[in-house]
């Protein structure tokens, strides 16, 4: 493999501050060390490498942007964006596989959490000595989460919930679930621990996208857990859906990664592939392609830092995350695709990284909120008008 | 404890060096550094030796001040401060003047143990280490593969083509680090965010003339070209003939 060079055209390295770069830095020559070397072998067999949780933990990237007297970094919005980016140039399984621990489990036990939950869950989710998962999802209800069957009953100090979630990242390996059921009150999120009787996480199998991730059912039977374990903070479906907010923004930023990966290595490739006695890249119709592909990633670069600098200020909305998610997606899919086809017969090996990546991406325009919910979510924003139903 | 690890940015090892036009330097223009590939060792043995025996790490370097990258890899990583030795001038220092301004800063920094690569990946030369031992009259372990060290005296492997020789001695000591003698760790985020907190001191130091200057430098010769001698099983006696008369490895 050569030298990973990723496409800076518009020098945006200037605009990153030194800490910054160096969480960058260090992330990508993880990614490049010990990540890629088994990319495809976890792709092939259909396995996320758990080996690799201590090493991800020690490093410090589950829910980098907690404060450090719960275990996290402490680090800002951009820096955590940039973490996605790299941890998706490897595979968006790894990314989804930190996105999920810090976004959509750390965050709403942070943010929704009672001050004993977040003392008890956050330091073992950090470590990576639990790992969690998230669902909302139900067969039957994906990008209409607020038409959800799965219930919670209070009875005495305790709650009994039952239903159904699918496509749970992780629901398999997870220690704990945060699950979201309807109750008499309105939606609300419980802790449920993998050995509560009635509990269940079998693994969907037969993906050809997100190999190197577990997904997983999650089956709630008669389900019991404390009060305690009720997220005494969140109301609503407001609660489960600012938890997704966090979480697309982490994809905003990996979808570049990924499409980063994908031009550097096709760009190699076309350097030195020679057709007609002269290298690939020479010709004009790769070379339209090339241009297209710099154009769109540099944009899709400077939305995802634009978003990053807002956050940090506490400024950004989940229209705007809506945006960035569906835009940086949609081009990461079509570099992905560009970049398959500029490398011939060769690019339907998983012995390159083209292919695995235009097989993940077709789960990531899919997920958090699928490209064309967004594409409401923006209709919305501008028009004022709602065309969901 | 006072440890240090003295430490070089150099040119990327993949990097294709052009010489300059003077034909005696290199030409500096679009390269990229990195820290020496053994000197990553020392950081990470400086660390190590901090974790188990107490105090403090000092990471030095004689350089330009954009070597404050690497160095604050190296606080990211656990050392407590950092220093360069500022100098304009360093890709044309000689060994003998590089060991004497390090020698100086250790004694001001009263370090007890000092950590170097086994050579900096640039010039090759593996002088420095021992020039600086020599100069403060310390001991001078190179090549070191496994270390036990106590507050006094230590212990250390050199590995040998003819076998591995294990040395004692005393500190206050220089000691060169070879490949296997660790694994460095990575800078974790927590590491880079603490290292925000830590100081790179950039100071002058009183300059000494080099005793060897560069006279010429010039690439390699370029190889030879390939030579096709056969094809398939019946090319094995002429390729035999040709490793064995020609190339002479056989």
Same mark, same amino acid.
């Not at chain 1, 309105?186 to 509990?199: A, N």
């Not at chain 1, 990996?254 to 020479?282: H, M, S, T, W």
């Given at each position: ?117 977040? /003392? ?43 239903? /159904? !979630? ?27 621990? !993998? ?11 037969? !993906? ?29 479906? !407001? ?151 | ?40 060792? &020392?950081? @990470? ?62 004694? @001001? ?16 030369? &593996? ?5 600086? =031992? ?15 060290? =106590? ?21 206050? &000591? ?50 030879? @070209? ?7 099983? &019946?090319?094995?006696? =002429? ?7 020609? =190339?002479?490895?056989?």
């Amino acid at each position: 493999m050569s030298t990973y060079r990723p496409l800076d055209y518009m020098m945006l390295d200037d605009q990153f501050s030194e800490d910054e770069r160096m969480v960058r830095d260090a992330v990508r020559q993880w990614v490049t060390e010990r990540y890629l070397p088994l990319a495809m072998e976890h792709f092939e067999a259909g396995t996320f490498p758990m080996e690799f949780v201590p090493e991800i933990a020690e490093l410090g990237m589950f829910g980098p942007t907690t404060p450090t007297e719960y275990g996290g970094a402490g680090l800002n919005n951009v820096a955590y964006g940039l973490i996605c980016q790299e941890l998706e140039r490897g595979d968006s399984g790894l990314r989804s596989f930190v996105s999920v621990q810090g976004s959509l489990v750390m965050y709403p036990i942070y943010a929704y959490g009672s001050e004993e939950q977040r /003392r008890k869950w956050l330091p073992l989710l950090a470590s990576g000595k639990a790992i969690g998962c998230f669902g909302l999802t139900e067969p039957d209800f994906g990008s209409n989460p607020g038409g959800m069957l799965t219930t919670a009953k209070k009875v005495g100090n305790e709650w009994v919930i039952n239903g /159904r !979630k699918m496509w749970i990242t992780n629901g398999t390996v997870s220690d704990v679930a945060v699950v979201w059921a309807r109750t008499e009150q309105g939606v609300r999120g419980f802790l449920v621990e !993998k050995d509560r009787p009635g509990f269940s996480a079998p693994e969907q199998k037969h !993906k050809f996208s997100l190999r190197a991730s577990v997904t997983s059912e999650l089956v709630l039977e008669d389900v019991k857990v404390p009060d305690a374990n009720r997220l005494p903070k969140g109301e609503g479906l !407001k609660a489960p859906l600012g938890c997704l907010t966090q979480a697309r923004y982490g994809i905003a930023w990996g979808g570049v990664g990924a499409a980063l990966a994908c031009f550097d290595e096709a760009l190699n490739y076309a350097k030195q592939r020679i057709v007609f006695d002269k290298p690939l890249a020479g010709f004009q119709i790769p070379q339209k392609k090339f241009a297209d592909m710099a154009t769109q990633i540099t944009l899709a670069q400077l939305l995802a830092l634009r978003l990053g600098r807002l956050k940090d200020e506490g400024k950004f909305t989940p229209a705007q995350v809506s945006l960035a998610k569906r835009n940086n997606v949609a081009i990461a899919l079509d570099v992905a695709r560009t970049c398959r086809d500029l490398l011939g017969a060769n690019g339907i090996s998983l012995e390159y990284q083209v292919g695995r990546h235009m097989c993940n991406l077709e789960s990531v325009i899919t997920y958090e909120g699928t490209h064309d919910i967004h594409t409401l979510a923006i209709g919305q924003e501008v028009t004022g008008l709602a065309a969901f139903r | 404890m006072n440890i240090v690890a003295c430490v070089k940015r150099v040119p990327v090892t993949e990097a294709t060096p052009k010489i300059a036009a003077d034909g005696k330097s290199v030409d500096a223009s679009g390269v990229e550094y990195m820290l020496s590939f053994y000197d990553d060792l &020392a950081i @990470e043995e400086a660390i190590r030796t901090k974790e188990k025996l107490g105090g403090e790490v000092t990471v030095l370097t004689l350089g330009p001040s954009e070597a404050s990258k690497e160095l604050r890899d190296a606080l990211a990583k656990g050392a407590d401060k950092a220093v360069i030795l500022k100098d304009a001038n360093f890709g044309a220092r000689d060994a003998r003047a590089t060991a004497k301004a390090l020698a100086k800063k250790l004694q @001001e920094l009263n370090a007890r143990v000092v950590f170097m690569g086994r050579v900096a990946t640039d010039r090759d030369n &593996a002088a420095v280490g021992a020039y600086v =031992a020599t100069l403060l009259g310390w001991s001078c372990v190179t090549d070191v593969v496994k270390l036990e060290l =106590a507050a006094d005296t230590g212990k250390a492997c050199r590995e040998t083509e003819d076998g591995v020789e294990t040395v004692e001695f005393s500190l206050p &000591a220089v000691i060169t680090c070879d490949k296997g003698l660790n694994e460095p760790r990575y800078s974790n985020l927590k590491g880079i965010m603490a290292a925000k907190k830590k100081s790179v001191d950039e100071v002058a130091f009183e300059d000494v003339a080099n005793q060897q200057a560069v006279a010429k430098l010039e690439p390699p010769p370029a190889r030879k @070209e390939g030579r096709v001698v056969g094809q398939g099983a &019946a090319a094995v006696p =002429a390729l035999i003939d040709a490793l064995r008369n020609e =190339a002479k490895v056989l």
